[in-house]
């Protein structure tokens, strides 16, 4: 849900951003100067330049007026328009994604850990269901649950990386503990779950 939020508010201020540049563009234009110039506006510093530029220079719509010659505003060469779009557009994309790079990550974390409690929720029930078929003992390998024609797991987990997080499965006869642990801890995911016999699950903070 965290990601789908912070990917709708990603995109509207996106869309923002490139109306916002449009709009600057249109109204550059209006004065006879080339509307790529606008988008300096969305520039630090560069937009001070411009303002003064607008509010000192001679506009050339007035020069035209004024019957003066004036260059068509599409006669700015288009290395040099570019050039204004690349450097206007950098720190707004920079802007957006310290915003969305950070609300991505912990998005993750959070589908991460989420997926490791299910995970080992699952292994547990395999366990204990395994422990109720064979009168209360508790398989001694993970081979005894993956294995045979009506396995309690579809596929091995001991020692497997999944979603980040890494299995590590403790079984004897009498008790068992299984443990996910973050492959990169603050990166894939941040808490160290565990569940131990009788299916009570366990949460700390990974180091």
């Not at 109306?19 to 300096?40: N, S």
């Not at 995970?119 to 294995?147: F, K, W």
Request: proline residues 5%; contains cysteine.
């Amino acid at each position: 849900m965290g990601a789908l939020v912070g990917l709708v508010f990603f995109v509207l201020w996106l869309g923002f951003i490139f109306f916002l540049g449009f709009m600057l563009w249109k109204i550059v234009e209006k004065t006879g100067y080339h509307g790529a110039l606008g988008i300096l506006f969305l520039v630090p510093i560069a937009n001070i330049i411009m303002m003064a530029i607008l509010a000192f220079k001679e506009w050339p719509i007035q020069k035209e007026s004024k019957g003066g010659e004036i260059k068509s505003p599409s006669s700015l060469p288009t290395p040099l328009i570019v050039v204004i779009v690349i450097v206007a557009m950098l720190p707004i994309f920079a802007l957006l994604a310290a915003i969305a790079i950070p609300n991505f990550l912990r998005a993750r974390l959070v589908a991460n850990e989420a997926s490791a409690k299910a995970t080992v929720r699952t292994i547990s029930t395999a366990i204990e269901s395994y422990s109720s078929a064979n009168n209360g003992q508790y398989p001694m390998s993970e081979h005894a649950l993956v294995d045979g024609n009506l396995p309690y797991l579809s596929k091995s987990y001991d020692n497997q990386v999944i979603n980040g997080y890494r299995y590590l499965l403790e079984l004897n006869d009498n008790s068992y503990r299984v443990v996910a642990k973050p492959e990169t801890c603050g990166t894939t995911g941040t808490k160290v779950i565990a569940v131990e016999t009788g299916g009570v699950m366990q949460e700390k903070e990974c180091k």
